[in-house]
């Protein structure tokens, strides 16, 4: 997936912040740490270093949200992540009740808060939440037995 498309895909789906551009996803996807999951529809930037893996933004195309895309984009992370990746963490803002919902399907569990971290297009703020679940047995797949059900 191209970073223009990126940027249109994440502009489409953050109406109420700042959406990333196009050279800051070409910035991103130069890294060897960062990975990109995609879908024609959506798509999921990840990196992992040092034992972590982080998600950087899930974006998918309103249109198409709550079809399932971003439930695949965020297991085939968790798929792939290398043997030596003990935990995968992510932020979200606490006004986006989706997304926490997808995350929390897959045991990521509140670890903090960053107080009005998100400005809103209206003037308010939201918190970022940041989450967190452990990697088990070296490998990112959901704790190595079945998908959370799907609600």
Known sequence: MTP????????AAFL??????AEE??????????????????FALTRTLAGESELLTLA?????QGKGIGQQLLKNWLDSLPTDAETAFLEVASDNQPAINLYQ????IEAGRRAAYYSRSN??????IVMRRAVTLGHGG????KMPESG
Do not use: I, Y
Not at 105 to 108: D, T
């Open 4 to 11: 223009a498309r990126m940027a249109q895909l994440h502009r």
């Open 16 to 21: 109420r912040e700042r959406p990333w551009t």
């Open 25 to 42: 996803f070409c910035d991103l996807t130069q890294n060897r740490f960062v990975r990109c999951f995609d879908h024609a529809s959506g």
């Open 60 to 64: 998918v195309d309103p249109g198409h």
């Open 105 to 108: 399907k897959f045991k990521f």
């Open 123 to 128: 003037g308010t703020k939201a918190d970022a």
């Open 142 to 145: 959901v704790s190595h037995g």
